[in-house]
């Protein structure tokens, strides 16, 4: 065999070829060759991926910054720092959009983490908000706060309560932030604004403490039940409840410091933030194991072993 005629045999004809693009064995040709209603199954299967996969994932939102501090719009001079802060998270969260009470109409009507995460802040702050006014001794402003609070956070504006229609989790806690920032104005404006008294900061802590205390007992039981590949949820839950807490108890250190100093239960104050701080930052990159739930409940139990002692040294 000459060598004309190998490469005779390794030359394409382009007019095969071509022939063989169109031959209907190309992706184009394939799809040209569907039925219409296979490829509109394809269609709506690929936008439901972008619409809750893609575009619900970029707009899930969980992160826990400890730097924020509350504005002059609900704190201002001589108001109650711990208050301005429970508007304040109320309101991230709102402006984020509140995802407990999201229909699958929305791309992030599938999401877990962020809903979970918004659950545990409401824990939280509904807690300290309930206490608080107890403490105070029943202000309108906090009574009413607290009031709304109570509204489920994933009701939405159509439920089962009469009227049936309005009244959604989010309106709710609008309404609780205007009254905080309505009782913040008030303190501001009183004639001798000053520190509470430690029976208003013990009550707030127990608040906190027992918001944790659910958080951490479903924490146990998922570690127990060795349920890990459904945590995913539960711990941003309890991370939700943790940063909220956190952020609180700044707030209250700020109030309190007096109280705080003479009680001498500065250093127990920071160990319990500390221990705060470490539940809501964790992160696991690539979903939650057992090791985590292990780490994040022990960080927990030493978080409300602290809120006890110092409800302990506030009694005194």
Known sequence: ????????????????AAGAETDGTGLAGRLAAMPRWMLMILGAFFAAILYWGV????LSDTRADLTVRPGTTVLPPGGSVAVATAAMLLDQALDKGWTPNDSLLR??????????????????????VTSFDQGVGGDPELSEAADALKTPPDRGWLHGDFP????????RYRDAIEALARYNRAVAESAAPGEGDARELRLALLGLSAALAEEAGAVDRMIDESRVGSADAQFNEVRGAAYAAAMLMRGLRE?????????????????????????AGKRPAFGVGRQDLVEQGYFLMRARESLRTLAAGLAR
Do not use: K, Y
């Not at 065999?1 to 390794?10: E, K, L, N, S």
């Open 1 to 16: 065999m000459g060598i004309f005629d190998i490469f005779r045999r390794q030359t394409v004809n382009p007019v095969t």
């Open 55 to 58: 575009i619900g994932s970029l």
């Open 107 to 128: 791309p992030t009507g599938l999401l877990e983490d962020m809903p979970a995460f918004q659950r545990g802040q409401h824990s939280a702050i509904s807690a300290f």
């Open 164 to 171: 049936f229609i309005g009244g959604s989790a989010e309106s």
């Open 255 to 279: 109030d309190f410091g007096t109280t705080i100093g003479q009680r001498q239960l500065a250093a127990t104050w920071a160990e319990t933030t500390e221990a705060l701080d470490a539940v």
